[in-house]
Structures are given as C-alpha cells and as structure tokens.
C-alpha cells in the first residue's frame, strides 16, 4: 500500500497517513488476532501523532484502505475497544478485492489448488477462516461472527473495488453479494447469504459505492493466466490508483 499512500499525501497533502507494518512478519495468523495488533498500532498511531481525533469537538476524520485480506484485518480491528472512542470519527472504508465473504466459490481450480497446498504447507490459520473450515458449525466461524459485527455502519462512505480478472478474491466476496452458486447451494449458500445480509443490513445503501474494475494486460503471463495479476495491480498500477481516488476526491476531499 506504500504506492497508494504516496498518492494520498499528494492529492491530499493535509492528510496525516499510517502504513501498518504491524502484521508484515506474521500475516497467516487469526484474523482476530491480527485485527487486534493493527487496533494497538493505530492508538498507539493517534495517542502520538494526532491526538486531536480523540477530541469529540475537533472536525478531524479517520478514513481506511484495505487490500485483500488487509480489509477484513481492518474489520477485525473495529472490534477492538481501542478503536471506540473514534466511532464518531469513521469517515471512508475503501476495500481493495477483499474476501469479505470469505474465499467462497472460487472459480479457478488452480488457485484453490494453491490454497490447498499452503494450507498442507504452511499451516495457515487465517486460510483455514477464509474458508470457513475453523468450526464445526457455519455460525461459529471467524468470518460468520464477524459479519454480524457493524463496524461498516460506523462509516459515512463504504467503496468496495474487485477485479474482473482477480481469480485470487472472488467477485461476489469482494462487493459483498450474494452469488448465483450460493442461491443453488443447499449447505453452505444460506450461511453466505446470512453473511451478506449481515454486512449490508446495518449500512444506508446510499453509503455504498461498488465499483468492478476491468484490467487490459499487453502480454499474457502466468501472473494473468490465475488471477495473480488484476489481484495485486490494484496495488502497483499508478494509473489504476489515480483514477480511483481522482474519482473518490469529492468524496475525500
């Protein structure tokens, strides 16, 4: 996110930007407990930086940017009681081909090959959470309980971008809807449905901006071939970033 932070401070030069580190070392652990170090790095950000957001009275903002699983980790953190006293500050959520129903439905064989073989490879809990497999039972999965949670409701503007190509999120994850695979699914559909009618139930439509974006690639790579790459041009293409946030600078601004 370093990219779309230097694109922040240049259309937005008032604006005071925190790039979290807090989880680079340790990004395959629960997504609670990842949301809860970026909760600590972001008071400990606030106490240090701008104090002033903890001033009811001052006209101050705090505004996120979250790609992939980082927009979950960043809904994990809304739960935590550091970040309450800022409930009345939440301004923008802009999540960047994020699973926020889950990897559910993926539609390429080869990528959910991959996330079998780092599951068998690694051991990676929040793998595990991202498909749901981290209980017995739907409703106590990480990503059900969370879903019932209303930290989105917290924000005047929620924009959720996904990627035509991305192989890696799937459509309907990343614009929190529900798909046509889900409706036909007699086990597993009804507890997505229930998690998109969670998410979207406590937010004002008119708060909600989708936005599904459409890459042009000049060369066929393996990188395009599995989704890899419209997933992670949402984060090193300068035009793709400039044309998002020169479209989101009303609402920004």
């Known amino acids: 996110l370093r990219l779309i932070r230097s694109y922040i401070l240049l259309l937005f030069p008032n604006a005071m930007v925190m790039a979290s580190q807090v989880n680079e070392d ?6 609670m407990t990842m949301g809860n170090r970026l909760a600590a790095e972001i008071r400990n950000f606030v106490n240090h930086k ?10 101050n903002r705090l505004s996120f940017v979250g790609h992939s699983v980082g927009s979950v980790v ?9 970040l309450q006293p800022f409930q009345s500050k939440m301004y923008c959520f802009i999540s960047l081909s994020s699973p926020h129903l889950g990897n559910t439905y993926i539609p390429s064989a080869i990528v959910s090959a991959g996330i079998w073989a780092l599951k068998r490879l690694r051991k990676a809990q929040v793998l595990d959470e991202l498909q749901m497999l981290d209980a017995s039972s739907p409703e106590d999965t990480v990503m059900f309980k969370l879903s019932l949670d209303r930290g989105l409701s917290y924000f005047k503007h929620v924009v959720l971008v996904s990627g035509h190509q991305d192989q890696y999120v799937p459509l309907h994850s990343s ?66 970033i400039l044309l998002l946030f020169f479209s989101l600078y009303a609402i920004l601004e």
């Open 175 to 240: 614009l929190i809807q529900v798909p046509g695979a889900a409706e036909k699914d007699i086990e597993g559909g009804p507890t997505v449905i229930a998690m998109a009618a969670n998410l979207m139930g406590s937010l004002d439509p008119s708060k909600v901006l989708r936005i599904n974006t459409d890459h042009f690639f000049e060369h066929i790579t393996m990188d395009t071939m599995i989704g890899r790459a419209a997933h992670v041009s949402l984060l090193d293409s300068h035009g793709f």
């Open 74 to 82: 960043v809904r994990a953190a809304l739960t935590s009681p550091l």
């Open 50 to 59: 701008c104090p002033e957001l903890s001033n009811p009275a001052r006209a």
């Open 26 to 31: 340790n990004s395959e652990a629960s997504i």
